[in-house]
C-alpha cells in the first residue's frame, strides 16, 4: 500500500505553512504601511509599487523620491539573494535554516523599530530603516518561496488576484471566491490597514509590531514542524 500526499499529516504541514504565511501577509501589509506613510513614500516589501515609483521619480515627478526607493530595492534584493544562498541546499518546508532565516528577518524589522524610536526625526535613521525592513523583506521573500505555499507569496499580491479573478469568473462559486487567494489578499489589505491606524500613534509602533507578529511565526513555525517531525519519527 502507498502512503497518500494527502495523508493526515501532509494535510497538516499544509494547514500549517497556508496559517502562517498568511500571518506573514498581513505583516508585510503593515509594514508597508508603514514605509509608504512614514518612510519617504517607499514600500518595504512591494517591490512592484517601488520600481514604478523609482521610475517616475526618475523622470521627476514631483514629491516621489529616488534615493530612498533604490535603496529599498537594493537591501531587498540582497536579503532576497543571501537567504536564497542559505537555503539553497535546504529541504523544501519548514527546517531549522528556514527558521533562522525568518529570525533573523524578525530581529531587522525590530532593530527598525528601535532605530526609529530613538531616533525619530533623522533623515540618516531613516534611510536605515528602510534597507533593514526591505532587506528583511527580501528574506521573508525567500523564506516563503522555499515553502513553497502556492499563490501565497507574503510581499505581493498581483498575481493573487490575478489567478482568483480568473478563477472567479471561469467557475463561479464558492470555493473560487473564498480561498487561499482571497484570503491572502484580505490578509495584506488588514495589515495596511492596521499599518496605517498605527503611524498615527507612533511611526515605531509599525515595525514594533509587525516584529513581534514575525517573531511569533517564527516560534510557532518552529515549534509545531519541530511535533511533526517527533511524530513521523514515532510513526
Not at 63 to 72: C, D, E, K, W
Not at 129 to 140: L, S
Request: one cysteine or more; aromatic letters at 6%.
Amino acid at each position: 500500500m502507498t502512503t497518500s500526499d494527502s495523508s493526515p499529516g501532509a494535510d497538516r504541514e499544509a494547514a500549517r505553512d497556508l496559517a502562517l504565511m498568511l500571518v506573514l501577509t498581513f505583516a508585510t501589509g503593515v509594514v508597508d504601511a508603514g514605509g509608504f506613510l512614514g518612510l519617504d513614500t517607499v514600500f518595504l516589501g512591494n517591490m512592484t509599487g517601488n520600481v514604478l515609483i523609482l521610475g517616475m521619480g526618475a523622470a521627476g515627478a514631483d514629491g516621489l523620491p529616488v534615493f530612498s526607493v533604490a535603496l529599498a530595492l537594493v537591501a531587498f534584493i540582497l536579503g532576497a539573494g543571501l537567504a536564497s544562498l542559505f537555503l539553497r541546499s535546504d529541504r523544501r518546508g519548514w527546517s531549522p535554516r528556514l527558521t533562522a532565516v525568518l529570525a533573523v528577518s524578525a530581529s531587522l524589522v525590530a532593530g527598525t523599530a528601535v532605530i526609529i524610536w530613538a531616533q525619530s526625526t533623522e533623515h540618516v535613521a531613516a534611510m536605515f530603516a528602510v534597507g533593514m525592513t526591505a532587506c528583511a523583506m527580501g528574506m521573508q521573500a525567500a523564506a516563503a518561496r522555499n515553502i513553497g505555499v502556492a499563490d501565497v507569496t507574503t510581499v505581493v499580491v498581483t498575481s493573487t488576484i490575478t489567478a482568483w479573478a480568473i478563477d472567479m469568473f471561469a467557475r463561479p462559486g464558492r470555493a473560487t471566491i473564498v480561498n487561499r487567494r482571497s484570503a491572502a489578499i484580505v490578509s495584506i489589505l488588514l495589515g495596511a490597514l492596521v499599518g496605517a491606524l498605527l503611524v498615527k500613534v507612533a511611526l515605531w509602533s509599525v515595525f514594533a509590531v509587525a516584529a513581534v507578529i514575525s517573531a511569533v511565526v517564527v516560534v510557532c513555525g518552529y515549534v509545531l514542524a519541530s511535533a511533526g517531525a517527533g511524530e513521523q519519527a514515532g510513526v
